[in-house]
């Protein structure tokens, strides 16, 4: 059983709950270990992926997050890209880089913990949903799930992300209920996502804009990586294609191949 799973209960004479049955899942979002070359469930029946960064202290790591979206299209998951910190980025708002995000079809969300800007559109994305939140530390998730949900009060800052047990800390397997309905899911295992167990030749399509270009490719079981004639590297050379994406899809493509042996 893992966060997000639905059960069915039976309630004992002495008041407690026993759990009777784990419910069919919808989704679920996976990785596999490497070590023991099995799948590992990190949540079930997720909606969503919502892939948070912050636009200044720390800047945005392009690379993580096009690993964190390659994994939502791994699983069949639609995400949003939550750009936090909003009040740091100044006049230029935000950057090319990341504002090419959208053009792909991934929305970007800007928002603001400390000062609430953004906080209700995120929170419209969130509704009656379960997301998974994830994101590098520091950028403030804690800080945005505080913004959503003040009675939540949790720690913000240097405070025990990866030791605390107790109720107020962000570690594995915590599943957020929220006032207007759905769930934040804090599955923290999903940047370690690695792609053993993904078929190299499936991977440039979770790189949503490589996807219309793959078919015009000269060789039908083009890897994208060096091949004459292939439609991603040249798109990637008249700067259709951001580099770092391509660069992501290589490091990925490469882990695949590795895990294959
Ligand atoms: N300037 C600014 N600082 C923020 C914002 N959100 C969070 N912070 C700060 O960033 C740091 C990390 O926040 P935290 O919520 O713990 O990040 P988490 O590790 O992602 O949960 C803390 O010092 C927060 O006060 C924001 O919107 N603007
Ligand atoms: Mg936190
Ligand atoms: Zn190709």
Do not use: W
């Amino acid at each position: 059983m893992v966060v997000g799973d639905l059960v069915t209960l039976e309630q004992l004479e002495d008041g407690s709950c026993r759990i009777t049955e784990v419910l069919p899942r919808h989704s679920r979002l996976s990785r596999h270990s490497m070590a023991k070359r099995r799948e590992q469930v990190l949540a079930a029946n997720v909606d969503q992926v919502a892939a948070v960064f912050s636009l200044a202290r720390p800047e945005p790591d392009v690379r993580l997050l096009d690993r964190l979206l390659a994994v939502a299209e791994l699983h069949d998951l639609p995400a949003v890209i939550v750009m936090n910190k909003a009040d740091l980025a100044g006049d230029v708002g935000v950057p090319p880089e990341i504002a090419a995000y959208s053009e792909i079809g991934y929305p970007v969300l800007c928002t603001c913990a400390t000062t609430g800007a953004g906080i209700p559109d995120l929170q419209e994305r969130l509704a009656g949903r379960i997301t998974v939140f994830t994101g590098p530390s520091g950028v403030g998730k804690s800080s945005i799930l505080n913004a959503i949900m003040p009675e939540l009060d949790l720690r913000v800052g240097t405070v025990g992300e990866k030791t605390g047990k107790g109720k107020h800390t962000t570690s594995a397997g915590l599943l957020i209920p929220l006032t207007d309905g759905g769930y934040l899911a804090d599955t923290p295992g999903i940047q370690y996502f690695e792609p053993a167990g993904v078929d190299p030749a499936d991977l440039a399509h979770a790189f949503r804009e490589f996807r219309p270009l793959v078919e015009h490719c000269r060789f039908a079981d083009c890897r994208h990586r060096a091949e004459p004639g292939c439609a991603v590297i040249e798109a990637v050379t008249d700067g259709s294609i951001a580099e770092h994406r391509h660069v992501s899809y290589l490091s990925l493509l490469e882990a695949a191949e590795e895990a294959r042996g």
